[in-house]
């Protein structure tokens, strides 16, 4: 008989099969699959992921959880990974099956009356199924389990250990100096950036990007690119990592999308090799995970020093922006307006379209806002953070998906990806000299070795504020981002 621990192995590596089937019939019904396969892929799909479920759920996982404890070492990565399996097992068992069933049932549904709503501009046919689906958010979060507040249940799910009070010291710290720096930026002419709109060649395009990614250190020896209409990065082992991009009027969505997507693919091709088709390997949270998109994206991607060593190639690669110098350039592709859609925003604004869902999402579930009255209050925020105010639903309060699906609690992970991705680069910054000089000249393996040793080796060890604590030094907080942006975008639009 084998020891409990090494049978808990066999039955994680099985659920790791599994999991990356689903992965790849995912991955591929969003790159390649001709329409006619949609009915079959779902069918599939949603076999697929109960067995796995149910394997994960069962009795047997329980009780080899159990008997393994007792054989693992203190401090060893069995430990680690005992703890990861143990958190992503409770996750999956307290919400009582009637309960999934009932909101993966109405997700189909709601979705399906989150399109017609927007594409009608009508919320209140929305708004009951939207009601229902924060009723459950609200009976998941009992179940779930909270000390303070209802919102950490649900939080939880996607961070570690985040709470609603670290989300309202975020937003309270960053409210306040950024709406003024918006508001100073929107005192400025508006900076020219219609020359990079265009029909630009799709296939220079892939060239470019790839280019890019390569050059920044994305190993296309385990992993590629693919077009998919919202890109997003995937994977099923550390040595194979899909990277999604698309190709649109403004020049910038292909380039900074692949950035982004390939600081997600990075993080997960930097897992230890003999982690990899454990539940080691992989990013640690969505909050960290972004934090890495958003650093190769922003930081890099949309710094001064990385074009001067790219720029002379785009204008090879594409003639029409050849007459625009790094500065015109530089301030074209940081240019900043409020605008009301979020995966639309600038890196300036961003976080400012997530404080109102945020906000918006705890009155809700503690009852102060009833779903009726969103679209007043969605306008109200929108007016006072970013000065503009929708016209439509469609473009105010059902622009996104993600509450039809019921992922609420999602939002705050994007904005401290961002608040993340500067305090991280802060810690690098005392480690590796001068690292834009580095990008003005082409090289990027300096940085991206120090993102491996600190952040993606460490996989999934540590919780999300443990990572924080040992890669910065401090929890995470809001005044290196802020500094950050504000050194940044007072440059860039010449403020006192
Ligand atoms: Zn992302």
Redesign the pocket.
């Known amino acids: 008989m084998s020891a409990s621990i090494d049978q808990l192995k066999t039955r994680l590596f099985d659920l790791n099969a599994l999991g990356a089937a689903v992965a790849i019939m995912d991955w591929d019904q969003q790159t390649h699959m001709p329409k006619g396969g949609a009915m079959a892929r779902g069918e599939h799909l949603g076999r697929l992921s109960r067995m796995r479920h149910e394997l994960f759920v069962a009795d047997e996982t329980r009780s080899l959880l159990e008997k393994a404890k007792v054989e693992t070492e203190s401090g060893s990565e069995d430990e680690a990974m005992m703890r990861v399996v143990k958190r992503d097992f409770d996750l999956a068992t307290k919400l009582p099956s009637s309960l999934v069933e009932e909101k993966s049932k109405l997700a189909a549904q709601a979705h399906e009356d989150w399109v017609i709503a927007r594409a009608n501009n009508d919320f209140k046919s929305f708004a009951p199924t939207l009601e229902r689906m924060f009723e459950i958010a609200g009976e998941e979060a009992e179940h779930l389990g909270y000390k303070d507040h209802i919102y950490d249940a649900l939080l939880d799910q996607y961070e570690e250990g985040a709470t609603a009070a670290d989300c309202h010291a975020m937003f309270d710290a960053i409210r306040g100096p950024q709406v003024a720096l918006v508001k100073e930026i929107q005192a400025q002419p508006e900076t020219d950036d219609s020359w990079l709109y265009g029909n630009w060649d799709i296939e220079k395009q892939r060239e470019f990007t790839e280019m890019l990614v390569q050059a920044i250190g994305f190993d296309f020896g385990r992993g590629r690119q693919d077009v998919a209409p919202h890109p997003?990065?995937t994977g099923w082992s550390i040595g194979d990592i899909r990277l999604t991009t698309r190709y649109k009027e403004y020049l910038g969505s292909a380039i900074f999308g692949s950035l982004?997507?390939a600081?997600?693919g990075m993080y997960e091709q930097g897992s230890p090799s003999h982690w990899d088709l454990t539940p080691l390997a992989g990013g640690v949270s969505l909050g960290l995970?972004?934090s890495q998109?958003?650093t190769w994206e922003n930081i890099v991607g949309r710094s001064r020093s990385f074009w001067e060593f790219f720029l002379p190639k785009l204008q090879a690669a594409f003639p029409a922006v050849a007459s625009y110098d790094l500065d015109t350039f530089y301030r074209g592709i940081n240019k900043v307006k409020p605008s009301l859609i979020r995966v639309e925003a600038d890196e300036l604004t961003y976080n400012l379209h997530i404080m109102v869902r945020f906000e918006i999402e705890c009155d809700i579930l503690t009852g102060a806002l009833k779903v009726r009255d969103l679209p007043e209050a969605w306008n109200q925020k929108y007016k006072d953070y970013l000065g503009i105010t929708p016209e439509t639903d469609s473009e105010g309060c059902l622009q996104d998906v993600h509450w039809s699906m019921g992922s609420i609690g999602y939002f705050p992970t994007?904005s401290m990806?961002n608040l993340l991705s500067y305090q991280i680069w802060k810690a690098l910054e005392e480690d590796v000299p001068s690292p834009f000089a580095l990008f003005a000249r082409g090289e990027f393996k300096p940085v991206l070795d120090w993102l491996r040793l600190k952040v993606y080796s460490q996989g999934r060890k540590y919780t999300p504020k443990d990572l924080v604590q040992r890669v910065t030094g401090k929890p995470m907080g809001a005044e290196d981002y802020l500094a950050g942006l504000t050194a940044k975008y007072r440059e860039v639009y010449r403020l006192a």
């Open positions: 997003f990065c982004h997507e600081g997600h995970h972004e998109s958003r994007y990806g």
